[in-house]
């Protein structure tokens, strides 16, 4: 089905125009994007390829998916590969938006969500750091390393190098595990305990260290 043969108002850029761009589908955003289709296929039916091949992470496919790889699927050239990284690019930059000042962080859902935001999708482990005031505000986050904790890729005393720099009272790490499994492993739970020591000799609160999958969370 051509583009110019659906409803009028069920047309994508139409649709976003009088209703709203939230009334749109993942499907139909992605095909605004793409704008233009092939000979035998509508921008709606690249898009609807796109997802369907990564059904179980949707749009963060974007994330996941190089240049080349995107080129891989028909309708997708060069320009609008990088238009789609550019775009999921300024997305997640929108997404770091620091938490207002008097925000507090009081639960392990909002440390989750913060450190969501830039690991959730990544396939090699990576470790972060929070770094939050007197008054669990978050200041800083910083990327520790990558690699694994459990193959010794990243140290204690890399940790705690910003914060006892800026003379943080609280800090709070997390780690992905690219496998979906939020299980701690015995590595996580020994790492934590031995960082939760140094944290007390050094005078820092060590509020969680959490590890991160897709939609799912796990307080060490």
Known sequence: MKLKEYAYFDRPYEKLVYYGAEALTDTELLSIIIKS???????IDISRELLTKEKDIGLSFLKQYSIEELMKVEGIGRVKAIELKAVFELSKRISLKAPT????????????????????????????????????????VTNISKGTINSNYVEIKDILMAPLKM???????????PS????????????????????RLFGIQLLDHIIVR???FFKS
């Open 101 to 140: 000042p008097n925000e507090k962080i009081i639960t392990p859902e909002q440390l989750d969500k913060i450190f969501r935001r830039d690991i959730q999708d990544l396939t090699q482990e990576v470790v972060e750091t929070a770094i939050l005031d007197t008054k669990n505000r978050v200041i800083k």
């Open 214 to 216: 897709r939609k799912f």
């Open 167 to 177: 003379g943080a009272p609280k800090i709070a790490i997390a780690h992905n595990h």
């Open 37 to 43: 289709g092939t000979k035998n296929k509508t921008a």
């Open 180 to 199: 979906g499994d939020s299980t701690p492993s015995k590595e996580d739970i020994e790492f934590t305990k031995k960082l939760n020591e140094a944290c």
